[in-house]
């Protein structure tokens, strides 16, 4: 069994870009201590020895630059890049086409600007795959969660939802490469659109286990979630010392 990575890095970011006036650079490509984000996405999963290959999703006028990125950073022998495509979607759907994979090996989608995820989280979540056939990693709702309808006057509740029964998915989420391969084709063939991989296989019937995630593995959309990046790591490093 091996286990395969794809990193949908096709992105534009235009919420970031609009709120970051310095730079019109996709947020995968902005710097969080002086290392672009996507790089430290890399490194996490790098760092696990069961990780065969990572495959990175790109707009095509942007492989030169993550080419040279990867070679910079020592990942050349590690990492596959394909283009992308307009959607997650479909940049998932092109890198999932490229891979070598058997129907049991496991394949690990990864938002490319999660750049904090731990390789603690990616083994368990591998071990979950080995388990379950298929799971991501989810954060317990803290907050009161409710349902509402939208009118033109505005929201009104129609439900409070019971905390214990949410969890707001992150990433990875990780599946035996059948499995998804099955989901993605029945998918397009529908023409359904996920917001995310688990939406795709939860529909084609299949059951998806939770991985205890972390605030910490935070998605880079804002310009406020860098600072909090920073911070984060500054915490982590400290800790190491």
């Known amino acids: ?15 970031m870009s609009a709120g970051h006036h310095s730079t019109a650079a996709p947020k995968q490509f902005l710097e969080l201590a002086g290392v672009p984000i996507l790089i430290h996405s890399l490194r996490a999963f790098a760092q696990v020895p069961k990780v065969s290959t990572i495959y990175v999703s790109v707009r095509a006028n942007e492989r030169e630059r993550v080419e040279a990125q ?50 603690a989280t990616i083994t368990r979540t591998i071990e979950a795959v080995e388990k379950h056939d298929a799971a991501i990693v989810g954060l317990p709702a803290v907050d009161t969660i409710k349902q509402v309808e939208r009118t033109a006057d505005g929201a009104i509740i129609t439900a409070t939802i019971p905390r214990e029964y949410i969890v707001q998915a992150q990433t990875p989420q990780g599946f035996r490469c059948g499995l998804l391969r099955r ?8 023409g359904f659109t996920g917001t995310d991989e688990s939406s795709i296989v939860e529909r084609a019937g299949s059951p998806v286990a939770v991985v205890a995630g972390s605030s910490t593995n935070l998605k880079i959309t804002q310009p406020g979630d860098l600072e909090l990046a920073e911070f984060y790591l500054q915490r982590t490093a400290a800790l190491h010392r």
Request: glycine share 6%.
């Open 1 to 15: 069994m091996r286990v395969f990575i794809i990193l949908p890095a096709a992105g534009l970011g235009t919420r």
């Open 183 to 190: 989901a993605f084709a029945e998918a397009t063939a529908d």
């Open 70 to 119: 990867v070679s910079e950073y020592g990942f050349a022998d590690k990492v596959q890049i394909v283009t992308g495509g307009d959607t997650r979607q479909e940049s998932v759907a092109n890198a999932l086409n490229a891979l070598d994979c058997d129907d049991n090996d496991i394949v690990l989608v990864h938002d490319a600007v999660r750049p904090l995820i731990d390789p």
